[in-house]
């Protein structure tokens, strides 16, 4: 249980571990450095706030698919996913939480509000590291739905991790089944919008936005308003990365255009083929998957 604490003030514990310092606030509640005492190991506390006077049937659910999520989600071992150490859904009194594996580094939503384009041969091994780490998860039967920048760390090394797998949404932030909508949505597919069913792919559309991006340092859908975004994300197609950054060749540009179709059949089938079409780019030679079906 978390310890009795001030209105507005850090706790001294939630659970078993001793409460250090707020990291950020999260889109669910607050981010906290933790220490487990037991084996004396930091880690990141990643608390759930419930909103207050939700039906108590929403709430057992929410506990319910909590666990679910975060244990299917605490078997993956990959050196480019956030490990999860525990959960702990609240049911005994405490505000449900996550423990995870601490990364120092830099949150690449701060990287792209740095303004600098970057070099897609410095970016797309990088991207391979993510599209690996989608692979392995995607055959395990997990689905991210909420790649964006915030959720992708560079580490102290220049290598990339991957968090916020098995994060359950809170009820009213909308659930993960068909037919409600969940993510991020500048960076959502167009069946996540629609409230279709996602597998796979719809990840990597959201890792085409964040390539997109990172590339061209604008959104490709830049909507001022949700309505605006969703509108942009079914129904218009962004600039092309060339028409952004002439600099860029051709093969970058179609792999986030593949990446990037709105049809889900006309994307990659899997992570690993966009591993393969990156290992195709800096071995100097075209990809042999993008380009293949997608509008022009």
């Known amino acids: 249980m978390t310890e009795p604490s001030r209105p507005g003030s850090t706790p001294e514990r939630i659970g078993k571990y001793v409460i250090e310092r707020v990291l950020g606030r999260g889109s669910m509640g607050l981010v906290y450095l933790a220490r487990d005492p037991t084996i004396d190991r930091y880690v990141a506390l990643k608390t759930i706030a419930l909103p207050d006077g939700l039906e108590e049937a929403k709430v057992r659910e ?25 959960a702990d859904d609240g049911s005994l009194g405490g505000v449900p939480f996550i423990a995870m594996e601490y990364v120092e580094g830099i949150p690449w939503n701060l990287k792209v509000r740095q303004g600098r384009k970057a070099d897609p041969d410095a970016l797309l091994p990088l991207f391979r590291e993510l599209a690996s780490a989608l692979n392995y998860a995607h055959r395990a039967g997990i689905i991210h739905r909420d790649i964006k920048p915030a959720n992708i760390i560079q580490t102290q090394d220049g290598h990339l991790k ?66 605006t975004v969703t509108f942009q994300i079914l129904s218009e197609e962004p600039p092309s990365v060339l028409s952004c950054c002439p ?50």
């Open 247 to 296: 600099e860029l060749s051709p093969e970058v540009d179609q792999i986030v255009r593949y990446l990037m179709a709105k049809d889900p059949d006309r994307r990659y089938a899997s992570a690993d083929l966009l591993v393969q079409d990156i290992d195709a780019y800096m071995a100097g030679s075209a990809p042999p998957h993008a380009g293949t079906g997608v509008r022009a």
């Open 162 to 227: 991957l968090m916020d797998f098995g994060i359950a949404k809170v009820p009213t932030s909308e659930l993960t089944r068909e037919g409600q909508f969940l993510g991020t949505p500048a960076y959502m597919s167009p069946e996540q919008i629609m409230g279709r069913a996602v597998d796979g792919r719809s990840d990597l559309f959201s890792l085409g936005c964040v390539l997109y991006e990172m590339l061209t340092c604008r959104k490709p859908f830049p909507g001022e308003d949700i309505a």
């Open 62 to 86: 929410f506990r319910q698919r909590f666990l679910r999520e975060a244990r299917a989600a605490g078997k993956l071992n990959h050196p480019c996913i956030v490990t999860i150490y525990e």
